[in-house]
């Protein structure tokens, strides 16, 4: 061993252990391998921030942008709204829920596709009384094993494609994961769908921030508009459509108002409704009955072009001039540019014309307004933000179009008339400029942690090939397989690859263990390629430990799980992959 392999094995073995140590963060302990690897010399200088201009870091993110355009669309929610209804036991529930985040996963990335259905997740069990903590695990499962599928689903395939570029000149396309994924998800669904009643029943989720917010009824009004493509619907209709979670208060017709409108009664173009629910459960309300919010028609104006329109929740303050004024009254909009949109009151329920509502101290009410006179007009009102979190009502939903651009990006990259990056590049600037994210919100959808990793730890991992460390590693592993059946060499891979990463985040298992294995296929007169589908199957197969993957990390909160719960469903589903996954690799992929 030389002194450069020496420091390559020491910086690598330094890294790993403040991994599974976790005292501190994973991005800042892959900044200092960084640093540390251009001090001693294994690192050139010009090769430090290869990573960060890497594709892998760039399909990543617009991968990240993807899955919160379709988190915006709301178009899973409409997809699944007449399923939702049927779901009563967790007999159906769970995998219904693993299957829909299973699929979704094959398209954006997984953590994406979980943080989409979550939400669903957890108002099934809420109205179904059945236990997240039954729902939640096997739909983090289900997303990591369905994120094997594409070339995007998992962070470990895109990596591992890089890897393959780098030893035959060409990458892993699109689909061509498809094979040994499709047969490894079906697989573990099947398992799924009846080893989740190995998982606790009772346990209690944690309470978030947005969860108490969440408590908040606002009180807004809509209109029907004389172009409603909805026709004529009943109160009863409307009501239906909110699921039980908006209820409408009254309805105003013509000047009149009639407080807690019969069910039979028939909307008209024209007639106001003053509804109350939770934000989310008004904006998906809105956007599904197709009224019109009554305070957000007029035009917010901005004082740049890159300036944009945000909505805050904000309480009054005993001193705000708004104290006894009715909304007309404070001219918000005259005076301040803004339009107040709901308003919510603890303890009583206004039935009233909202514009005529008398605001009090307590009130918490929702203002639409441009990003940068939205903090002047708080102060001057003596109004107190509340815990910032994203709030979307009064804004437009793109349906469909996220999911029309990510299906042309994936169909070009598959008839292989674009590289990966390019195509993902351009969807996630379409989705943007076409109205279906924000910049901003795109900024937030970034997972920067993630994509700090990944890009420091590319220079950290390629100093153990470039010093000759990958050579010395297989030469070592040539020695224990040497003789054997090459699938025993592939489940070696797997395990090993298995094994690190419920202590490593996948993407850092991957950076290290796959120049590692296509190293040992050389060695071992092998084709390379299924030594990376194995290290792949194995860095998305991270059931053991909520630490190793973000999806089980996500689910561990609200579903009230503990450390010890993981490997419970987790063990024997990775025991399954472990045995079915190398005849499979080898099926497709011969040595």
Known sequence: MTLQQGLAFGLIALTIAAFIWGRFRYDLVAVVALVAGLAVGIIPAEAAFDGFKNDVTVIIACALIVSAAFARSGIIELAMRRILPLLKTERSQVPV????????????????????????????????????????????????????????????????????????????????????????????????????????????????????????????????PEDWGRGSMTVAALTAL???????????????????????????????????????????????????????????????????????????????????????????????????????????????????????????????????SLPAALKALDLLPLAEREVRLGSARKRFMPAVILAVAMTLVGFGLVPVAIAFFGAAVAIVALGGLKMREAYAALDGPLLVLIAALIPVSDAIQSTGGSELIAGLLRNVFAGLPGMVAIAGVMLASMAVTPFLNNAATVLIVAPIGATLARQLGFNADPFLMAVAVGAACDFLTPIGHQCNTLVMGPGGYRFSDYPRLGAPLSLLVLIVGPPLILLFWPL
Do not use: C, W
């Open 97 to 224: 829920l693993t299957g829909a985040v299973t699929l979704l996963s094959m398209a954006t990335k997984n953590v994406g596709a979980l943080a989409i259905m979550m939400p669903v997740a957890l108002q099934v069990a809420r109205r179904s009384g059945s236990a997240p903590s039954r729902l939640l695990m096997p739909m983090a499962f289900g997303a990591m094993a369905g994120g094997m599928v594409t070339l995007v689903g998992t962070a470990p395939n895109i990596i591992v494609a890089e890897v393959r570029q780098g030893i035959v000149g060409e990458p892993f396309a699109m689909f061509d994961y498809a094979p040994v994924g499709l047969a490894l998800t079906a697989m573990a669904l099947v398992f799924l769908a009846f080893g989740y009643r190995m998982l606790p029943k009772n346990r209690q989720g944690a309470a978030m921030m947005s969860a108490a917010l969440a408590a908040n009824a606002y009180a807004t009004e809509v209109s029907a």
């Open 242 to 372: 909110g699921e039980g979670d908006v209820r409408i208060m009254a309805l105003i017709r013509k000047g009149k108002r009639r407080p807690a409108p019969r069910g039979n009664v028939v909307i008209k173009p024209g007639d106001v409704l003053l509804v109350e629910g939770e934000q989310d459960a008004l904006e998906a309300f809105v956007d599904l009955s197709q009224l019109r919010l009554v305070r957000n028609d007029r035009p917010i104006a901005m004082t740049t072009a890159s300036e944009e329109i945000a909505v805050v929740e904000a309480v009054v303050g005993r001193s705000s001039p708004l104290q006894g004024q009715s909304v007309r009254q404070s001219d918000l909009y005259g005076q301040h540019g803004i339009n107040l949109l709901g308003v919510s009151r603890s303890g009583y329920e206004l039935t009233q014309h909202l514009r005529t509502a008398r605001l009090a101290p307590g009130d918490i009410i929702l203002l639409q307004g441009a990003e940068q």
